[in-house]
C-alpha cells in the first residue's frame, strides 16, 4: 500500500525543496578554511553551524516559501514535524540557537510547553509537553491501510444494508399487488 502514493512525485519535490532549504542554512565545518561535506558513509562528518552568507538564508526562506505554495495548491498534507520547523510569517527554517530560540515555561496547572520564537519575524510557536500526546498522523486509525480496509467493511455491511432494506420493500410491494387481503387493508381505512 505504502507504494502507491496518490501525489509521489510532488512529495518528491516537497522532500527536495525542503532539503535544499535546510542544507543553505547551514554548512558543515571543521575549522574556518577547511569545509568537510559528508563522510564516505554518509554519516555527518563536522559539527553544523549557520552559513553567516545572508544570501543562503534569503534563498532557503525561498525554498520554504515554494515548498509551501506547492503544498497548497496541490492540496498535500505535511507531516507536522516538517511543518514545526519551518516559520509561518516569514518561511525561514527554524533551527534552535541559530535562527530561533527554544524555552521550555510552566503553562497553566503546571503543565510545561515549548516555546519556539522565530528570531527574524518575532512570531513564536506554543507546544504543549505532554508525555501521552500523540499526534493523528502517529495514531492508528490514521494510516492508510487501516482506513482503506475499514472503509471497506463498513462500505460493504452498509451497502448490504441498503440491498436487504431495498429487497424487503420490493417484496412487501409484490405482495400488496399479488395478496387481496393486502389490498383491501390498504385501501379501507380502519
Not at 569545509?35 to 554519516?43: E, H, K, Q, R, T
Not at 513564536?124 to 493523528?136: I, V
Request: overall charge positive.
Amino acid at each position: 500500500m505504502a507504494g502507491n502514493i496518490k501525489d509521489k512525485e510532488a512529495y518528491q519535490r516537497l522532500n527536495f525543496l525542503y532539503q535544499v532549504g535546510e542544507f543553505m542554512c547551514q554548512i558543515i565545518s571543521i575549522s574556518p578554511n577547511l569545509l568537510v561535506m559528508f563522510s564516505d558513509d554518509g554519516s555527518q562528518a563536522a559539527h553544523c553551524v549557520l552559513a553567516q552568507n545572508p544570501e543562503n538564508t534569503e534563498l532557503a526562506r525561498f525554498y520554504c516559501l515554494t515548498q509551501k505554495t506547492i503544498s497548497k495548491r496541490l492540496v498535500l498534507r505535511q507531516d507536522p514535524s516538517v511543518k514545526r520547523t519551518i516559520c509561518k510569517k516569514c518561511c525561514t527554517l527554524l533551527i534552535p540557537g541559530v535562527t530561533s530560540t527554544v524555552r521550555q515555561k510552566r503553562g497553566p496547572m503546571r503543565q510545561r510547553k515549548t516555546i519556539v520564537r522565530c528570531l527574524s519575524c518575532g512570531l513564536t510557536k506554543q507546544f504543549p509537553n505532554n508525555p501521552k500526546h500523540k499526534l493523528w498522523v502517529d495514531q492508528a486509525e490514521a494510516q492508510l491501510e487501516n482506513q482503506t480496509s475499514q472503509g471497506e467493511d463498513a462500505g460493504l455491511s452498509s451497502k448490504s444494508k441498503t440491498q436487504e432494506k431495498k429487497s424487503d420493500i420490493g417484496s412487501a410491494s409484490m405482495t400488496a399487488k399479488t395478496s387481496p387481503t393486502a389490498q383491501t387493508n390498504v385501501t379501507k381505512p380502519s
